[in-house]
């Protein structure tokens, strides 16, 4: 059953091995198209940047932005590569998908002052119970038949949210009941996710009441804790709603200010258990792809503790948010006068 789940993590959102759940699709869209004239393919490209630059920025008004807008009508230029798949016996339109050139979009997002929060991006664990009158209560597990669990995915990789789903095993169905999650039993979930090495939780209620389908949710990073409420006409509508509403709500708390007059800073870090072989390297690597790590010098290496200085744009804070995603560093204490971070790291 774990090997049935990394498989599904794995086709779903590609990660990075021992590091962090990057999100490969971050930079593409994927759109239905009636032809493959160059008109019909210049209106899908300019959808598909603007589809791009929210779930980037986890901002649904970035359209707004003068100079965002002024660049969705040059939007050609930033394909790095486009294909198309067939028609099928089922639909006549064709599917363009397009990847855009992250450094071409990134250098966008710079020039219109515009966060963003990188393609590395916390894990969600979701609890979900429907309710209806027909079936009663039930858990979406991670192979649940029906449009919920199709719909979460799918509105999860719109808004570039890498969600996982219990297995709802032995293990998982002896800690968890129904109502744990309808009466919303945060510290039972939270033990009982614990096997899945999830960054956060959602934690969510749905059903249909006089056609109108409705959620409640709690999203728990850490020691945060966010509410929603979503409805809809369709439990796509509902759904997506939620899933913008918790991509904004990350965005806000990871996300690294890329305005040239951003201020660059340099971090000392002393990082702790570097036991293994290949412990260093990874620590490295996981350093030089956050979103707001410019550059990383190694300093000292004594046993199992190695010492860096991390060259940074926006704050500290900042750093830390985007550090703890993976969980591979542990933050352990600070010295603010020396701007040093201790950590610990974790296989």
Avoid at 53 to 62: A, C, Q, Y
Avoid at 155 to 173: C, E, R, S
Avoid at 257 to 283: C, G, M, Y
């Amino acid at each position: 059953m774990k090997r049935l789940l990394a498989v599904f993590i794995l086709c779903v959102f590609p990660v990075m091995p021992a590091l962090a759940v990057k999100i490969a699709s971050l930079y593409q869209a994927e759109l239905p198209v009636a032809s493959q004239s160059e008109d019909t393919k210049s209106r899908a490209v300019k959808i598909g940047l603007l589809q791009v630059l929210i779930k980037i920025s986890g901002d649904p008004d970035i359209g707004k932005n003068l100079i965002i807008r002024t660049s969705l009508n040059k939007a050609d230029y930033y394909i790095q590569e486009y294909s198309y798949s067939a028609a099928t016996t089922d639909s006549s339109h064709f599917m363009l998908q397009i990847r855009y050139n992250p450094t071409d979009i990134n250098r966008l997002l710079k020039k219109a002052g515009i966060a963003y929060w990188g393609e590395n991006r916390p894990l969600i664990l979701v609890w979900l119970a429907t309710v209806s009158p027909q079936k009663g209560t039930e858990i979406i597990g991670n192979e649940a038949p029906g449009g919920i669990y199709a719909a979460m995915t799918q509105q999860g990789k719109k808004y570039g949210l890498p969600l996982i789903f219990p297995m709802m095993d032995v293990a998982d169905v002896s800690q968890v009941s129904p109502a744990d999650i309808t009466q919303m039993a945060t510290s039972v979930l939270q033990d009982a996710g614990k096997r899945y090495a999830a960054d956060a939780l959602l934690v969510g209620r749905f059903g249909q009441q006089d056609n109108v389908y409705q959620g409640e949710w709690q999203l728990i990073l850490g020691n945060n804790k966010w509410e929603f409420t979503s409805s809809g006409t369709t439990p796509e509508e509902a759904i997506g709603a939620v899933m913008s509403n918790i991509s904004q709500t990350l965005a806000k708390y990871y996300k690294v200010q890329v305005s040239a007059t951003s201020p660059a800073l340099w971090v000392k870090l002393e990082v702790s258990k570097i036991a293994q072989r290949n412990d260093l390297d990874s620590l490295i690597q996981y350093l030089k792809q956050l979103t707001a790590v410019q550059q990383v010098q190694l300093s000292t290496i004594s046993d199992d503790v190695v010492e860096l200085s991390v060259l940074i744009r926006g704050s500290s804070l900042s750093f830390q948010q985007n550090a703890s995603i993976g969980q591979h560093l542990v933050l352990k204490a600070q010295d603010e006068a020396e701007n040093k971070l201790f950590y610990e790291w974790t296989r």
